[in-house]
């Protein structure tokens, strides 16, 4: 069973940091590409950042230069840094890795960001 756990929401002021993990098994983590989507109630999933087996990543342009997507492959984890945080970053986040033909999506984590 693929499991993807997040952890580290919550709330935050404008300005403010948060830092996001998602764990997996090393056999989901290993050799694929790790994404972070966000959600706001109503609205389709937006993809936030993503990072390869190789290190190299890709950001939405409304988070570029302020989110840090990483990963740590000893601990089959995925982490997003989120700085200068603003009230629009208010969403639910979830992880996400794609198995050939099957998604899979962590629980969501909620980030609320006072202004």
């Known amino acids: 069973q693929v499991q993807l756990v997040e952890s580290g929401g919550g709330l935050a002021q404008a300005g403010g940091s948060l830092r996001l993990s998602c764990a997996t098994s090393g056999s989901i983590f290993s050799g694929n590409a790790m994404c972070w989507f966000r959600q706001t109630l109503g609205k389709q999933r937006e993809l936030v950042a993503t990072?390869?087996?190789?290190?190299?990543?890709n950001y939405a342009d409304s988070v570029k230069d302020r989110f840090t997507i990483s990963r740590d492959n000893a601990k089959n984890t995925v982490y997003l840094q989120m700085n200068s945080l603003k009230p629009e970053d208010t969403r639910v986040y979830y992880c996400?890795?794609?198995?050939?033909?099957?998604?899979?999506w962590g629980q969501g984590t909620q980030v609320t960001v006072s202004s």
């Open positions: 990072v390869r087996s190789d290190g190299s990543t």
């Open positions: 996400y890795v794609n198995l050939g033909p099957f998604n899979y």
